[in-house]
T-cell receptor, first 112, second 113 residues
Framework: EDQVTQSPEALRLQEGESSSLNCSYTVSGLRGLFWYRQDPGKGPEFLFTLYSAGEEKEKERLKATLTKKESFLHITAPKPEDSATYLCAVVFYGGSQGNLIFGKGTKLSVKP | DSGVTQTPKHLITATGQRVTLRCSPRSGDLSVYWYQQSLDQGLQFLIQYYNGEERAKGNILERFSAQQFPDLHSELNLSSLELGDSALYFC????????????FGPGTRLTVL
C-alpha cells in the first residue's frame, strides 16, 4: 500500500493557467512533508518543507500548503520553465530515522 | 547546484560485475543518504549514514553495501550486478541525524548490460 500518493500523474497547462498538484499521505505521526522539483536526468531540487497542518510556504510562482492528510502545491501563472516532475516526500515518527518516503510524482508540462 | 557531488555521472558495466559509486556531501552536513530511482519504482531509500555510522536501512539488497569515511564522503558498493540494478543512484545529505531538508546530488546513471 502506497503511503504517499500524488495526483495527477501528469498535468498539461498553458502558460499562465494556474493549477494545483496534490499529495496525500496515509502515515500517522507526520514529522515533515517535503516538495522537490526534478528535471529529467537530474537530482531532485529542494523546494519546501512543511511541518504542521495549516502551514504555508511560498516561492515565486509556487505555494505549498498542508492539511492533516494532504498537501497541495499551487502553481500560479506558470511559465514553460516550470515544466518538471514535482515530487512529494514524507518523514514520519516511527519511520527509519530521516529517510524520505517519496510519491511517484506529477509530471508538469507548461506550453507557451 | 546543491553542493553535493557524485562520481561517476555514468557507469556502464556487465552482469556479475562490481562497481563503486562515490558521494561528497555539502560542507557541514553529517548525514548521507543513498536512494535508487528506477522508472517503475520511483525514488527508494537505500541507506543512511551519520558521522560515519550506519543509522537506517531501507530497501537495500544484500549485494549492496555502503560506508561513510572520516572525511564524511560516502561510497555505495554494488556487487554481482543484475540487469534490474540499472537505475539512477542519488546521494543526498543533511545537517543532522534526523531529517530537516535533504539536498540531492546529480546522480550516477548505472547501466548493466
Amino acid at each position: 500500500e502506497d503511503q504517499v500518493t500524488q495526483s495527477p500523474e501528469a498535468l498539461r497547462l498553458q502558460e499562465g493557467e494556474s493549477s494545483s498538484l496534490n499529495c496525500s499521505y496515509t502515515v500517522s505521526g507526520l514529522r515533515g512533508l517535503f516538495w522537490y522539483r526534478q528535471d529529467p536526468g537530474k537530482g531532485p531540487e529542494f523546494l519546501f518543507t512543511l511541518y504542521s497542518a495549516g502551514e504555508e510556504k511560498e516561492k515565486e510562482r509556487l505555494k505549498a500548503t498542508l492539511t492533516k492528510k494532504e498537501s497541495f502545491l499551487h502553481i500560479t501563472a506558470p511559465k514553460p520553465e516550470d515544466s518538471a516532475t514535482y515530487l512529494c516526500a514524507v518523514v514520519f515518527y516511527g519511520g527509519s530515522q530521516g529517510n524520505l518516503i517519496f510519491g511517484k510524482g506529477t509530471k508538469l508540462s507548461v506550453k507557451p | 547546484d546543491s553542493g553535493v557531488t557524485q562520481t561517476p555521472k555514468h557507469l556502464i558495466t556487465a552482469t556479475g560485475q562490481r562497481v563503486t559509486l562515490r558521494c561528497s556531501p555539502r560542507s557541514g552536513d553529517l548525514s548521507v543518504y543513498w536512494y535508487q530511482q528506477s522508472l517503475d519504482q520511483g525514488l527508494q531509500f537505500l541507506i543512511q549514514y551519520y558521522n560515519g555510522e550506519e543509522r537506517a536501512k531501507g530497501n537495500i539488497l544484500e549485494r549492496f553495501s555502503a560506508q561513510q569515511f572520516p572525511d564524511l564522503h560516502s561510497e555505495l558498493n554494488l556487487s554481482s550486478l543484475e540487469l534490474g540494478d540499472s537505475a539512477l543512484y542519488f546521494c543526498a545529505s543533511s545537517v543532522g541525524e534526523t531529517t530537516r531538508e535533504q539536498f540531492f546530488g546529480p546522480g550516477t546513471r548505472l547501466t548493466v548490460l
